[in-house]
């Protein structure tokens, strides 16, 4: 079974800190991604890579930034955490070839006070 | 027009009935298709993928038609355990491009 892993399920941050999420993958998956979930918005991409040290914009990218330095670990940094990125954060991976399923993280709920 | 667009519902069924769910997709180049159940304050995860030719997975069928765009789920005889949101997606240029749909909620009754 694929095994997305991530460092924390919930995290409480204050506005101005650098936050880190950490998510690995044991399935030697190429691509990888980060969403944040809102109530009413559904899964929106923030980041995604195909492959190591590469990296692309998702949908809303503002505010975040990622690194990928091993194929298994990608990571979302929050360069000054504000309350508007107050979320549930998941990550997921894939393969680069096939039909190209996701697999989830459990998730991160991030609350920046 | 939203990309991937279901019906929220709720659907309210009791135990053992058959419930199907339907999903339209703006995108004709799309090539990838799922359905993920996602329960509250958890992860999606993947139900199955969906095929041109249809497929089924027990209770779950899926069938894809795409000439009209359209992807459907159905759910026979209901457990309570299938209560849960439902997510449609899709998937373009080689899974870097995937539209998440925003879910139709299940609720199975005893």
């Known amino acids: 079974d694929v095994k997305v892993t991530q460092s924390s399920r919930y995290l409480v941050k204050r506005t101005g800190e650098k936050v880190f999420l950490e998510c690995v993958q044991d399935?030697?998956?190429?691509?990888m991604f980060w969403y944040r979930q809102d109530p009413g918005l559904g899964l929106r991409l923030i980041y995604f890579s195909y492959d190591v040290k590469m990296k692309e914009k998702g949908d809303i990218p503002e505010g975040y930034s990622v690194s990928r330095e091993k194929k298994e670990r990608f990571s979302l940094i929050l360069e000054s955490a504000s309350t508007n990125q107050t979320s549930m954060y998941l990550c997921a991976s894939s393969t680069g070839t096939g039909d190209f399923a996701q697999y989830f993280g459990p998730g991160t709920r991030l609350t920046v006070l | 027009r939203k990309e991937v667009e279901q019906d929220p519902g709720p659907f309210n069924v009791p135990e053992g009935a058959t419930v199907a769910f339907n999903c339209t997709y703006s995108?004709?180049?799309?090539?990838?298709f799922f359905w993920y159940r996602q329960d509250c304050r958890k992860e999606p995860k993947l139900l199955m993928s969906?095929?041109?030719s249809g497929n089924e997975d027990g209770r779950f069928t899926a069938q894809l038609n795409r000439a009209s765009q359209y992807i459907s789920l159905l759910i026979r005889d209901s457990k309570l355990s299938d209560s849960a949101t439902y997510l449609c997606?899709?998937?373009?240029?080689?899974?870097?491009?995937?539209?998440f749909g925003a879910g139709t909620r299940l609720f199975v009754k005893a």
């Open positions: 997606v899709v998937s373009v240029t080689g899974g870097f491009k995937t539209i």
């Open positions: 995108n004709s180049a799309s090539q990838s």
């Open positions: 969906v095929y041109s």
């Open positions: 399935m030697d998956h190429e691509n």
